[in-house]
């Protein structure tokens, strides 16, 4: 006789299986004659049609599992007209694309990648996961999502505030400062914003304006400065700025700047008004322009000039980012 925990070693080993099949199998041919691979699952209840007509056969077990919208609906009694093969068809308002990707995250195959290209593919599955409250696949499909903040960050973060993303909202509110936020959402639609409130709107205006403040404040007061041998504090030959000395370690030690590097702070900061990142300060127009004048009329200054620039230039967009890293955004999503 086969003793017991045998016979449970080798149910595991079945159900091993039959998952392993289900993930590696292709899809047959749809009912609606349009072909479109995908696993093939054995002994499927329930069939999926997307709005194209494009059928994906499923089970009503693994899905009631991973959604719960699944399974209050597999309890309620069916339309025995919706039947194709003998099994039971839901339609759905998803596209074919979107269909495969919820059941990409009710089934065990590999997560779902996104080219830079397929940020509404993103948005079209967040919405029918929530929909039909795959909470795991929202997790999941959040990852995804800030891959595109860099390149969409008002998209993800007006996504991330409609599903209550709380660090996607931020982090997409972070790499919003590389462009003005005006008169951006004035010359370009952006459909995601039709998500969200006039509340998470104002959050983000407000969040650049403080990041608008603190960066001004570098400008403002350099006591964050610690270096005091670059070549705008130590010469003597060029004609110092006009407004008196300024205090840089900390307060510790008081200078007298050149005029064309003070010239290149108000710049700066003028930029930093529409964009508060530190690679504003690193802008090579904005460098050249200031280290022109030292170079073609002073003597002391021509020979270190581009040299402390680039080094000043470097500290100060990192000292520039750490601050504004610090700004909150002050969202708060349910």
């Known amino acids: 006789m086969i003793s017991n925990l045998l016979l449970?070693?080798?149910v595991i080993n079945l159900l091993g299986l039959v998952l392993f099949h289900l993930a590696t199998t292709p899809w047959p041919k749809a009912i609606s004659s349009t072909s479109y691979p995908r696993a093939n699952p054995i002994h499927a209840d329930i069939i999926l049609r997307s709005n194209g007509g494009v059928d994906f056969r499923a089970h009503k077990l693994i899905l009631s599992k991973a959604s719960s919208f699944f399974e209050d609906m597999f309890k309620l009694p069916q339309n025995e007209k919706m039947k194709a093969e003998g099994i039971q068809v839901i339609t759905m308002e998803e596209d074919q694309?979107?269909?495969r990707l919820v059941l990409d995250f009710c089934y065990p195959v590999a997560e779902p990648m996104f080219s830079?290209?397929?940020?509404e593919a993103v948005v079209q599955l967040l919405r029918a996961l929530d929909k039909y409250h795959i909470q795991g696949g929202m997790k999941r499909t959040e990852r995804q999502l800030r891959?595109?903040?860099?390149?969409?960050p008002l998209?993800?973060?007006a996504v991330a505030c409609r599903y209550g993303m709380n660090e996607t909202a931020e982090i997409a509110a972070r790499h919003s400062l590389q462009a003005p936020l005006w008169p951006s959402i004035a010359q370009t639609k952006i459909p995601e914003f039709s998500l969200i409130t006039?509340?998470?709107l104002q959050t983000?205006?407000?969040y650049h304006q403080r990041c608008r403040v603190a960066a001004a404040s570098l400008v403002d007061d350099l006591k964050w400065i610690i270096d005091p041998n670059f070549t705008w504090f130590q010469c003597k030959s060029c004609s110092p700025a006009s407004g008196g000395p300024v205090r840089i370690k900390n307060g510790s030690m008081t200078y007298h700047p050149r005029s064309w590097w003070l010239k290149y702070m108000k710049d700066v900061q003028k930029e930093l008004y529409n964009r508060p990142i530190g690679s504003v300060v690193l802008d090579a127009?904005?460098?050249?322009?200031?280290?022109a004048v030292p170079i073609r009329v002073c003597d002391t200054c021509r020979a270190t000039c581009v040299g402390d620039m680039l080094k000043f230039c470097t500290f100060f967009a990192k000292k520039l980012d750490e601050t504004t890293s610090r700004v909150p955004l002050q969202l708060e999503l349910k």
């Open 155 to 157: 998209r993800v973060y």
């Open 147 to 152: 891959v595109f903040a860099p390149t969409h």
């Open 198 to 200: 006039a509340d998470c």
């Open 204 to 206: 983000l205006l407000q």
């Open 116 to 119: 830079p290209s397929e940020m």
């Open 285 to 291: 127009d904005i460098i050249s322009a200031s280290v």
């Open 8 to 10: 449970q070693k080798m």
């Open 97 to 99: 694309h979107t269909v």
